[in-house]
């Protein structure tokens, strides 16, 4: 990787009035320096500059998904930045373990010489400990009870950041413990949870809740169920689809004034089909159909996303009325903030620079322009 510094001159930092230069190096960010002649100049003029955004649940891309072939982390990875990512969390839904053991070797292995793409975060394993009545397009036939002996090689130092189940099911309490005891973010989704059974979930050390509104029972007034707890315990954050598909775009201005950038957290769900035309693609082996209906399995059943995270942004400003800083807040200060990481603009050396509009002008990654729609 090229050490060589760069000097974004004349940008407006995310969250701060004026433009500045800024000092990018593969390690942090210094905001208006003292001028070097051997950086590499990037203009920044007009642009917002913010930190890079953070997908944490991403099925796939461009053709390619992650449960069937995991190696495709890699071809994906490497045009995200497109879209403003600079790390994603790849997501492994319901199948056999032997998914997850594949996936986690793949990261492992590392990336092919010479990538410069975005970078994985360990994976999120959503499923197979879900509701039968509330999962999705999941395969049926590899949903499972809990299993503590699986459980126990799914940690963070393993490559496991993030597991999504259902806090109802027999046993869900003693596996947040596990799972959170091995450094594992847990998030409740794909559940029939009551509010009282979500709220154990919570008590039990989970902190996120998995597509706000999908795959949980719908707000009731007398049993606000899972998506009311999520919504009004400060204890969760809660991840949220808005394309204007999964969430009526009503709802996500509900939700944004309920929770707020500090917990309402932006991701795409995007599965083979982002970045491809309409066409069948799969998640998991499942067929899915995409149109402008979204993406569907054969039983008209919602199967992820086409949302890219810079389009996720532009939505939701144009849904909430939201200042463009705060929708950018939710795509990457927020999911980092989730995942314990520092979510300062100097503290990371992964970038994207923005104009008025909220498209991306160019992405830096590790201190390097990995994109630049300029070019």
Request: glycine share 10%; charged share 15%.
């Amino acid at each position: 990787m090229n050490t060589t510094p760069l000097l974004i001159r004349g940008a407006r930092p995310f969250d701060l009035g004026s433009p500045v230069d800024a000092l990018v190096t593969e390690t942090s960010v210094v905001l208006d320096p003292t001028p070097d002649p051997g950086t590499i100049a990037v203009d920044g003029t007009g642009l917002i500059l913010a930190p890079g955004f953070v997908d944490i649940q991403i099925n796939g891309g461009f053709g390619n998904d992650f449960t069937t072939d995991p190696e495709s982390i890699w071809q994906v990875g490497a045009r995200l930045p497109e879209q403003g990512t600079t790390q994603f969390v790849p997501t492994i839904i319901t199948a056999p373990p032997e998914a997850v053991t594949a996936a986690l070797a793949t990261l492992r292995a590392g990336p092919p010489a010479g990538y410069a793409g975005a970078r994985p975060l360990g994976l999120h394993i959503e499923g197979p400990m879900i509701s039968p009545q509330r999962r999705g397009t999941h395969p049926v036939e590899h949903l499972r009870p809990i299993d503590h002996h699986l459980l126990a090689g799914w940690t963070r130092e393993a490559g496991v950041t993030l597991v999504t189940l259902a806090p109802e099911m027999p046993g869900a309490t003693e596996a947040i413990s596990q799972l959170v005891a091995a450094g594992v973010i847990v998030s409740l989704g794909h559940s029939a949870a009551t509010a009282d059974q979500a709220r154990v979930g919570l008590g039990a050390g989970a902190t996120h809740g998995t597509h706000l509104f999908n795959a949980m029972p719908a707000l009731h007034h007398r049993e606000p169920g899972l998506a009311g707890v999520l919504l009004t315990d400060k204890r969760a954050s809660a991840a949220i689809i808005v394309d204007g598909i999964h969430v009526a775009p009503e709802m996500v201005a509900v939700a944004w004034k309920t929770m707020g950038r500090e917990r309402l957290i932006l991701m795409t769900d995007a599965m083979a089909g982002m970045g491809m035309p309409n066409d069948q693609y799969e998640i998991g082996g499942v067929i899915v159909n995409v149109d402008e209906a979204g993406a569907r399995n054969l039983d008209g059943a919602l199967a992820g996303s086409t949302l890219t995270m810079d389009q996720a942004v532009r939505n939701l400003a144009g849904f909430t009325g939201c200042s463009p800083d705060d929708a950018i807040a939710a795509a990457s200060v927020s999911p980092r903030s989730m995942l314990g990481m520092d979510s300062a603009l100097t503290a990371s050396p992964d970038l994207v620079l923005l104009n008025q509009e909220l498209e991306v002008a160019a992405t830096i990654v590790a201190g390097k322009v990995a994109f630049d729609a300029r070019a």
